[in-house]
């Protein structure tokens, strides 16, 4: 039975269902509104929840007033919360800045969580969404647009308090963006291999790797990493590293990269016990300069990518998708 929102005849929005916690009282007043007014205006967020201090806030969703399944949604939202908080905290060793998104994407949906201010944020759900093994992840309409409202429901919360926008999923610079100075085709990409891995293989992560945007590429079988290929020494990416060597960020995203399987088994322990279910496919960990990518191949085999340029996120989350429906069979 589908649990994709109805619409009344004639085409009006149905009325949200709304939840909130016994103690909100007359508080987030404002916020509520504004999600209410974003479940109404969007089919591509059938249900939105907001989590403060990592305790159920509020809710409205267009699932119809008999649906059983928000006490699993509510508590999805809450464990991915300590999930992303607890990964939070190890991304601050590479200096990109905080964890502001996070994007679960499974075979039969996704659930995505979106800061507003440090402690609260937004998580909304697609559901009824199912991927072929041909089509990039990136290319799932309804995630996409899921992904693309909830992130403008954020930055819509963080306008409420004259924030500026953190640009979470690079959505905002996805048709434009700069280009980088001195960027040229004749730099070669850094390689390290620790397993012996098909020439196609080689030859494809050493094509996808670039300095505009998908700057760091690690591919791994057997839980092991395999391959290694970057482009974070390239002298047009020299502004990102006042603070860090390149040595040492690559370092921790060698460490962080080998960890991500079993922050996948996290990730999918969660989403098992609320819609949509399913295996975790895609991840993303996007923070506020850049984001760090994790894409399913097959058991123990995955693909780890990184663009430490936040007006790239999309861009780079694009190149990658396609990378692994090329990788998928080899």
């Known amino acids: 039975m589908s649990t994709s929102p109805k619409r009344e005849a004639g085409g009006a929005p149905v009325t949200p269902h709304e939840d909130q916690a016994d103690f909100l009282g007359d508080t987030f007043l404002e916020a509520r509104q504004t999600c209410r007014q974003a479940v109404v205006e969007s089919d591509a967020l059938p249900y939105v929840a907001y989590f403060s201090q990592g305790i159920f806030t509020f ?14 949604l509510h508590r999805l939202g809450r464990q991915l919360g300590h999930a ?3 990964l939070d905290g190890v991304l601050q060793e590479p200096r990109t800045g905080p964890l502001i998104r996070v994007v679960l994407h499974t075979d039969k949906g996704a659930v995505m969580r979106n800061v507003v201010v440090p402690k609260e944020h937004v998580v909304a759900v697609t559901l009824d ?10 290319d799932v309409e309804e995630v996409t647009n899921t992904d693309q409202a909830l992130s403008a429901l954020g930055t819509r919360l963080r306008s409420r308090i004259s924030l500026r926008s953190l640009n979470p999923g690079g959505w905002e610079s996805a048709e434009v963006v700069r280009r980088l100075n001195a960027v040229g085709s004749d730099w070669e990409p850094r390689v390290a291999e620790f397993r012996d891995v098909p020439d196609e293989v080689r030859a494809a992560c050493r094509a996808a790797v670039r300095s505009e945007d998908l700057q760091y590429l690690a591919y791994y079988t057997g839980g092991e990493l395999a391959l290694e290929v970057d482009h974070l020494g390239h002298h047009a990416l020299e502004p990102f590293f006042t603070q860090i060597a390149v040595d040492t960020r690559r370092s921790f995203y060698r460490v962080f990269g080998s960890q991500l399987e079993a922050v996948a088994r996290r990730f999918n322990r969660i989403i098992a016990g609320a819609p949509p279910g399913g295996l975790v496919r895609r991840f993303v960990l996007d923070v506020e300069q850049g984001a760090v990518y994790y894409y399913r191949l097959d058991v123990g085999a995955y693909l780890v990518g990184v663009t430490i340029d936040q007006s790239r996120v999309r861009h780079t989350d694009e190149r990658l998708a396609r990378l692994a429906i090329r990788l998928a069979d080899v």
Do not use: F
Request: proline share 7%; net charge negative; no cysteine.
């Open 129 to 138: 969404s199912t991927s072929r093994p041909d089509l990039p992840l990136t």
């Open 84 to 86: 992303a908080d607890d």
């Open 59 to 72: 809710s409205a969703d267009r699932l119809g007033e008999h649906y059983r399944g928000r006490s699993a």
